[in-house]
């Protein structure tokens, strides 16, 4: 999973629902999906979902309520909001050298709700 900003925030205030980037209105909380992979997955446009972290150090992180929107990501990839989906991230997740968080490769699994 990636996370990404839309048009609407500036750093972690949220001043609206519509991203006119991507033609998402009224809610932050999506998880933007390659279409084969909801067709292989069986999932349907506007399924509501949950996603949890696979990460190696114990701590269950997960969040539901995301809504599935098909998009032109890489297969076998995902994307949602940031800051909505932060709580997926594990600070032990981090780029070497920088040490900045990794939110471009968060490994998660997803399920329908």
Known sequence: MMTLRSN???NT???GYNDRFRGIKGTRMVVLMNRND???MNIEEGETLGL???WHDGVARQMSGFRATGYDVPE???ATYYPEAN???PL???VHGSFTPAAKSI???ISKA
């Open 8 to 10: 609407d925030p500036f």
């Open 13 to 15: 205030t949220i001043y």
């Open 38 to 40: 909801m067709l292989r």
């Open 52 to 54: 949890a972290t696979k």
């Open 76 to 78: 076998g990839c995902c």
């Open 87 to 89: 709580a997926l991230l």
């Open 92 to 94: 032990s997740h981090y």
């Open 107 to 109: 490994p998660v699994e």
